[in-house]
Structure formats: C-alpha cells, structure tokens
C-alpha cells in the first residue's frame, strides 16, 4: 500500500464511494431544491456549476481532509515561493510570477527574477508596438503583414491556440502562422502563401538546438535567401526566444531581438512568457497585459479561498474522485464556443504531460491510476459523434462544459441554440431516460407494443453521468487567461494529491534520443542497423523507398 492510498481520506474515499454509487444524481436534485446555489463557485470572471457530479457534503468533507493530510496549502505556498517543486530537475516552478504584479523579491538561486520579468515585458510591448507601428520593417523597407512563429509542444500549442481563441481582438493587417511539425509539408505549405520582404519569423527553442524546432528555421532562412533576402538582412526577419543567445546570434538574429527563456518556467506553461510574443503581436501588447492580469486574477483565487470555494482545488479534487474511486480513465473537454476549439489539445497536453507519471515522489511505482486521458472537442459537432459513448457507454466519462453567455457575433437565434445544446447535454447526462419512459416514448410514437418492448432497452440512458459547466459573460483575454490558469493550477493540485512531480516530462526525452540514433541510421551511408528488429526492418524500408 501506497503512502497516498494508506492515508486515513483515501481510505474514508473508497468506503464513501460504495455508497455514492448507489445514489443518483437525479434523486438528489429531488431531495435537494438548493443543489445547484450551494455547488457552484465564482472567481476572476468564471462560474463553474458543479452540482451536477456524484458528491455530496459528506464528499466535500472528505476532499477537504484530503487536501490536509496531502498538504496542498504548504505545496502551493512553496510553489508560489519559488521553492524547486520540480524536484528531479531541482527548478522553481513560476509561471505564476509571469502574471504577477508583485514587486517583492523573488529569489531564485539568489537572483530577483522580478526585475527580468518585467524588463522582458517591456522589451515585448516595445518590439510589438515598433512592429505595428511600421517602425521595424522587412528589408525593403515594407511593414510586415505576416509573422511565422516556429516552435514545438507549449512553445508552439499555446500561442497558437491563445491567439485562435482570441480571433475577434485581431490586429488588422498582421496575420501569425504557427508551425511545429517536422513533416515538411507543414512549413511548405505555410510559405507558399508568403511573401518574403514582408515576413518576421520568431523562432522559439531554450537550448536553440531542439531538433524540430530548429529544423524548421533553418528552412525559413533558406526559403527566405532563396527568395532574394540577403543574408544580412536575417536580422530584420528573425527573431528568437531562447537561453542560447550565441546560437542565436551565429544564427544571424541581432542580439537586441534576442528574448529570454528561463529554467523555471516549464514549456507547457511558458505563454505567458516571451513565448507569447506571437500572441501579443496578433492582438496587441494591451490585450496581452489583460490576458496575463485574468491569470493573475485565478492566481490570486487560488492562493486564497477554502478548499470547498477553490475552483482549482474542486476540479482537480473531482478529477481525483473519479480517476481512482470510479475507474475512469479519461475526461472529455467540450467547448461551446467556435474560437475555444482549440482549448481541448491544450488541455491534453498541459494536463497528460505533466501527470502521466508512474513514479511518486518518494521515488515508487504508484499503485493507482493517474493522469487520465484528456480529450474533447467543439460543441455541438461532438453532439453528433462521441457524445454517444459519454451517454451510453458503461464507463464513466467526467465532462466540462465551456460556455461564453455573450457571442462575439450575435446572429439570430444561433447563440441561444448553443446555449440550450449545451445546457441539454448536461441535463441529459445527469437524468437520463429510465426503461419505462422509453418504453412510453415508443407507444406514444404509435408503436407496436411488443415492438417497443424490444426498442426501448436500446433507448434507454442510465443517466448519472458527471459534468461540470464553466460559464463567462464572454471570451475575452481576462476570461481566457483566467480560464487557462484554472487548468493550470488544477493539473497542479492533481500531482500534489496523486504525489508526483507534475513538472518534469523525462518520457518525452527518450523518444527524442531514440530518434536522433535512428536519424542518423537513415541519412548515413553506412548504418549500424543496431536496433531491435522491427526498428532495423522500418529503416530498411524507408531507405529503400518504396514497398
């Protein structure tokens, strides 16, 4: 047994669990009118419905001795300290002073990393103010129109998503492309579309070696020379966020325009850094402010409410809850909103790379589930799609429901639609439909009665399925910033309870070393072939080219 499953509140869980099991959520609205007033949380621009879950004050009692007995408040504290949480990598982890307006030192190794926080944020706003004002131009002398931001993981998904979702606060005039892959049909198709004298690329790696990352830029500048940019002009059209700055500069990118990374910001939380620079050029250094003031706001919410009132602390107690008393293995995230399609793959990542471990913190094999697979997608076209499994699958699904009260484009009936699918769906998860009243829908309908009898066990939904319904009065970067932060600091509160490390990713490194040995066998005219069978087959293969 387990540190974590030894706990006097793991144990307590699993017993209150048999017992949860046997209650329906439905029976519980009906004894309970107040259900939904009590079981709900507002902070920093959110309202997050929770009532609708399998949990009862007894629950919520227990989540709270939890929370104690796994010291979440001295875990946070040291996080928020700047203690080195990320113990294997021994790093700070603190995104959270990116967003900060707090003057007070922080040290780091020694070092206030206050004051490089903020002359970074003002190198930003001076840079993207130059660049939307004309003032830093292409090489003939033309503002730029386009800007390519190359990265990989947190350095390429969150710019990319934050500035998808954040479409409606647009620049006019300046379009970002994101690219990542190392398929070279990715950045291909990417720079068909461009126009040299009038595109910045900003390349985005700490160590300015990452392979996909640094694969993709030397394309950039090879397409950019081959269509008549001078190599001294490199410096006007490339700029660079990374720790490495004499590979930078080798590079050709003027030292000026060279932005930091730091140890203690983790990859998958980094967009709030320079690696948002691309965010803050497609909708201004103002909107980007406001984005890192709505984390900031969560961040503040965080630190201070009560287990029972912290929306981090609940999802991420509920997400607990169900991995391990109630074997789910996966949450499906469902945005109901055009502009948060994206959210979902941001979740996945920041959520499964973060707590897809197997080792605890003292240093064991854990014996019990964690981190659980994050999906999801657009509502309402998973309506028509996986819906089907979440309903009437015999496992159980947890969901969040994301949901703007105001659209940024108000079109006739449109939004209220949304809205009602979105509120149906939650409905329809926590109900259900009992036999008896499939069996009625049927004879109503006309049917044949021993038809029915056969039809309705098809048709009936048992209902009892958790969900969560996240609510805004609209998306703006307040919003979305608090939103993001939300799920930051519940990925945080999970490695805290589950006891592992949510900041290091050392599984994400061996593919990378595999594929740097495998590399070399398929370039090389002389290949070792010293891999396991069916890798020295694949590269066969692919030398040969064909079948």
Request: glycine fraction near 8%; charged fraction near 20%; proline fraction near 4%.
């Amino acid at each position: 047994m387990s540190n974590l499953t030894s706990l006097p509140s793991w144990q307590a869980l699993t017993e209150h669990a048999d017992e949860i099991k046997q209650s329906h959520m439905k029976a519980m609205f009906e004894s309970d009118p107040a259900r939904a007033q009590r079981y709900g949380i507002s902070a920093a621009g959110l309202r997050l419905d929770y009532s609708k879950n399998r949990l009862n004050d007894a629950t919520l009692s227990l989540f709270e001795q939890l929370a104690e007995e796994c010291q979440l408040e001295q875990q946070r504290q040291a996080m928020f300290d700047g203690v080195a949480v990320n113990h294997t990598e021994q790093r700070a982890v603190l995104h959270t002073a990116l967003r900060s307006h707090d003057t007070s030192p922080l040290l780091v190794d020694g070092e206030d990393v206050r004051a490089e926080i903020t002359s970074t944020l003002d190198k930003m706003a001076a840079f993207v103010a130059s660049v939307h004002q004309g003032e830093w131009r292409g090489y003939t002398d033309q503002p730029f129109t386009d800007v390519v931001s190359i990265g990989i993981g947190g350095s390429f998904l969150g710019p990319k998503i934050m500035a998808e979702a954040l479409k409606p606060y647009w620049r006019k005039g300046l379009n970002c492309h994101y690219v990542a892959n190392v398929d070279g049909t990715a950045i291909s198709e990417k720079l068909k579309k461009l126009n040299p004298e009038t595109t910045l690329f900003v390349m985005s790696s700490k160590s300015f070696t990452t392979q996909e990352t640094l694969t993709n830029t030397l394309t950039a500048r090879d397409w950019f020379m081959a269509n008549g940019g001078p190599e001294e002009a490199i410096g006007q059209h490339f700029v660079a966020v990374t720790s490495n700055v004499p590979a930078a500069i080798q590079f050709g990118i003027d030292a000026d325009n060279i932005f930091p990374m730091w140890d203690w910001v983790g990859g998958r939380y980094s967009m709030w850094s320079a690696i948002g620079l691309p965010i803050a050029l497609q909708i201004g250094f103002e909107q980007f402010r406001h984005l890192l003031d709505g984390a900031e706001a969560m961040d503040t919410h965080f630190r201070t409410a009560p287990v029972t009132q912290n929306m981090p602390v609940m999802m991420a107690m509920m997400a607990v809850w169900y991995t391990n008393f109630f074997d789910s293995g996966s949450h499906v995230v469902l945005t109901y909103d055009h502009y948060l399609r994206g959210l979902p793959a941001y979740i996945q990542q920041l959520d499964m790379e973060s707590n897809g471990k197997g080792v605890n913190n003292h240093n064991q094999a854990v014996d019990y589930h964690t981190g659980p697979v994050i999906w999801g997608g657009e509502g309402t076209n998973g309506q028509h799609a996986y819906h089907q499994l979440i309903h009437q699958g015999s496992g159980v699904i947890p969901a969040d429901f994301i949901l703007p009260l105001n659209s940024h484009n108000p079109l006739g009936r449109h939004h209220a639609m949304l809205a009602a699918n979105c509120f149906g769906q939650t409905q329809a998860l926590m109900a259900g439909k009992t036999l008896e009243e499939a069996h009625q829908e049927l004879l109503d309908k006309g049917v044949d009665p021993q038809a029915a009898d056969a039809l309705a066990p098809h048709k009936v939904m048992p209902g009892n399925k958790p969900s969560n319904t996240l609510l805004m009065d609209k998306l703006t970067p307040a919003t979305l910033g608090a939103l993001v932060a939300l799920y930051e600091h519940r990925t945080f509160v999970q490695g805290v309870i589950w006891q592992i490390n949510s900041f290091d990713q050392w599984g994400v490194e061996l593919g990378k070393v595999l594929g740097n040995s495998v590399l070399d066998d398929l370039e090389s005219a002389t290949p070792r072939l010293n891999q396991d069978a069916s890798t020295v087959e694949l590269i066969k293969i692919f030398r040969k080219g064909e079948i």
